[in-house]
Each structure stands twice: as C-alpha cells, then as structure tokens.
C-alpha cells in the first residue's frame, strides 16, 4: 500500500478543476456503514434526490476500498466513503482538499484484532499480523498493542489486501490479523478465532464518512444537499422497525455476503448517526479534536503526511467550529456540519 501511496500523490498533483456542473460521480465500497449508499442507489432514493437539485449522481461500488479512495484522490470520482484517517493519509496527504460532507457512524466494534489459537491480546507478541497497512486497521493494531504495554516493534505487520482476509486466516502462516467488517464476522465464525481487542475499546476514533472534493462542493452546494438527503432518507428507513426497514436490512445483509440477521449483528457493532442532529453533535464536540490529534501523529510516525513532513502539522485539519490543527495555511481535510445541520433543521 505504500507505493499506492506514492502513486496516489503524483495523480493528484493535477486537482479536479472547481465548476458548476451537473454530474456527479460516488464511489463506496463494502462496509456496514456504507451499506446505506449502495441500497440507495437500488431503491432509487439517490435518483429522488438528484432529480430534486436537477442534478445527476452516479453510484459505484468498489469491491477494494484503497482502489476507491485512489480513484477518489485522482479526480475520477467526485466523492467517496472512507475513514477519518483515511481521509487524511491518502487524499489529504495528496493534495486533495476534502470535505467530510456527512459523519455517518464510528465504529463500535466493527473493527478487530483476531488471533487464532489464542484468547488474550498480550498473546500477540511475537507474531506476525496481517492487515491493509496504514489503514484504520493499523491504527487499531497500534491502539492495542499501547493498552497491554507493547509496540509494533513486538510484532510483524504484512500487508494484505481486505478481500484476501478470510482466505487468509485459514491458511496455516496466518495466526494473527486485524481487519473490519464483514471479514470480522466471517473470521469469526471459524472455531479457532478469536477477538482479543475491537474498536469499542477507543470509542469514536474510527469514523466513516462521505467526502467530498472541497472545490466540486463550493462550486456545487446542491450536491452536498442532495448527498445529506440520501443518507438521512435510507438511515431513516433502514433503522425503522417496520416491514420496509426489515426488507432493507435484509436487502443490505445480502449485498454484503450475509444475511439480514448477520447485518443487524454488524449493525450493533456501529455507532450510527442515522438522526442528524446526533451528527452534528458528534462533529461538533471537542472529542473530534483530541481523535484527529491522535490520528495526525499516528500518521506522521509512519511517514504517510508526506516525504519529509517535518511534523504531523504539516496538514491543516480543519474542524467544524473553524478551528484548525496543524497548517492553517494548508488545510486539506475539513469537517463541516453544514449540510448536516440542514438536515437536522429540515431545511434540505
């Protein structure tokens, strides 16, 4: 992933030129929650809310996250879902300046270092784990190792793609990964695994958001509303207790490789603002700024803020009340609660 990395950077040396325009394009790819956008688009919710601003967005599912996000940082898609982390060592540290459009979920669970053989987390030293490397599931490895005194210098980190996971962990070299949702249920459905430390141990750290291209989405408000609408219309009926909510949590639990009991259980695992007003409380609270910290020096430990970042400030992250970490005069990750608190007001 490093020398997608690298890549990635050069692509965005040239931005997507900033123009009113008509069409859109959305990648996401599969987790549970961006299941939401994908269902959207079969049920014609995305189609409802385009034909609203006279606009039209077209929806592409990726079956490999870091595809769509180097997609996303090149200027073939217009906005993309991914992480807060992601979000800044890939576009961000790319050049591209990203506006986190709609904070959709944190990760209550989701997220999850498995071992097999072994049921405690110190059992991990010594071994070799498998992960997408610089991803959340890196930062999550790097979380729990600090929680029972160990560093990454006690273990062995391969990188290894996400669709490769459950393949993986059933091979006799692979004892130890960490990884996300749906390859967290399906590995754990083996009877040799086991969950040692997830993601509801750093509660709101790990943040799945829609983004998009800050100067696509000034030249073009109306695509933010329209993509705050779509969201809050699918949370609203995928979390409803109703027939049509069941039939859509089914609907995404297939679209998914499960089923909708195996949805729901994913479901459980997430922190979903599927009410805006719980969004823009969230984005607007002073946790957002310690969790970004936390992040930024993650980053730039790794090297990923960019060759010869002389620190994590390198990249200015600007949050919600227009405060900003790091580089104010080189913002390129910006969280806003303005197209949420449109819809918290009703005013889409």
Do not use: C
């Amino acid at each position: 992933m490093a020398a997608v990395l690298v890549a990635t950077t050069a692509l965005a040396a040239t931005p997507a030129f900033a123009e009113a325009k008509t069409d859109f394009k959305v990648a996401w790819s599969i987790y549970v929650g961006w299941m939401p956008w994908g269902y959207a688009e079969e049920s014609g919710i995305v189609d409802k809310w385009a034909d609203k601003y006279g606009i039209t967005i077209e929806v592409t599912q990726f079956n490999d996250y870091v595809e769509s996000m180097n997609q996303y940082t090149a200027g073939a898609y217009d906005a993309v879902t991914l992480t807060n982390m992601d979000g800044l060592s890939i576009p961000a540290a790319g050049g591209v300046d990203t506006t986190a459009v709609i904070v959709g979920d944190f990760s209550s669970g989701n997220d999850a270092v498995i071992l097999k053989d072994k049921a405690e987390l110190a059992d991990i030293a010594g071994q070799t784990v498998n992960l997408v490397e610089f991803s959340v599931s890196h930062y999550l490895l790097a979380r729990a190792l600090d929680s029972v005194g160990l560093t990454e210098r006690d273990v062995n980190v391969v990188n290894t793609a996400d669709p490769d996971m459950v393949g993986a962990f059933q091979t006799a070299d692979v004892t130890a990964l960490v990884t996300w949702n749906p390859m967290v249920s399906e590995i754990l459905a083996l009877p040799n695994a086991t969950s040692v430390f997830d993601s509801s141990q750093i509660p709101g750290e790990i943040i799945d958001m829609m983004v998009a291209n800050t100067e696509v989405l000034e030249a073009n408000p109306d695509f933010g509303k329209a993509l705050a609408g779509i969201w809050y219309e699918t949370t609203a009926l995928i979390t409803a207790d109703t027939p049509e909510g069941a039939a859509a949590r089914a609907a995404m639990g297939a679209a998914s490789g499960t089923d909708q009991a195996g949805f729901e259980a994913q479901l459980a695992a997430t922190k979903l603002f599927a009410a805006p007003a719980d969004a823009v409380a969230f984005v607007t609270s002073p946790d957002l700024s310690t969790t970004m910290d936390l992040v930024r020096n993650f980053l730039f430990d790794k090297g990923l803020l960019g060759s010869g970042a002389p620190s994590a400030d390198v990249i200015g992250i600007e949050l919600a009340d227009g405060t900003v970490l790091g580089d104010a005069n080189y913002v390129k990750l910006r969280f806003t609660d303005a197209y949420m608190k449109m819809a918290a007001d009703g005013a889409l």
